[in-house]
């Protein structure tokens, strides 16, 4: 019996074997504890989840496109925030990206 992090490797490994252009995951984290995320998110990292090397960003939500554009002003609060429809907050660090929801006061 494979773990949620194994299984999640498993169906990467299985998208990647027809040798895609584009790899889109939905939610790749969820169900998984904190170092299977790690695990995960390292073997994405060396298909580079989003490559330091990025230079556009594309964001879509219910088939219409969001943003568009440069990455460094797709990926904002105001953004994602309309994409996903909540506040949210990023961040970049050490060229990683991270976003997580506001706090609400």
């Known amino acids: 019996m494979c773990s949620q992090g194994e299984r999640a490797r498993v169906r990467l ?3 990647l074997m027809a040798d895609p252009l584009l790899l889109l995951l939905d939610e790749p984290f969820a169900g998984l ?13 060396n298909l580079e989840e989003i490559p330091a090397t990025a230079t ?3 964001m879509v939500r219910r088939g219409k496109v969001t943003g568009a554009g440069p990455i460094d002003e797709v990926l904002t609060d105001e ?3 309309a994409c996903y ?9 050490d060229g990683r990206w991270a976003a997580h ?4 006061s």
């Not at 929801?101 to 609400?104: F, K, Q």
């Open 33 to 45: 504890d904190l170092p299977g995320r790690e695990d995960l998110l390292m073997a994405l990292e």
């Open 56 to 58: 556009h960003a594309l």
């Open 101 to 104: 929801a506001a706090r609400r």
């Open 13 to 15: 490994a299985r998208a």
């Open 85 to 93: 429809e909540r506040d949210v907050q990023v961040h970049r660090i």
């Open 79 to 81: 953004g994602l925030s």
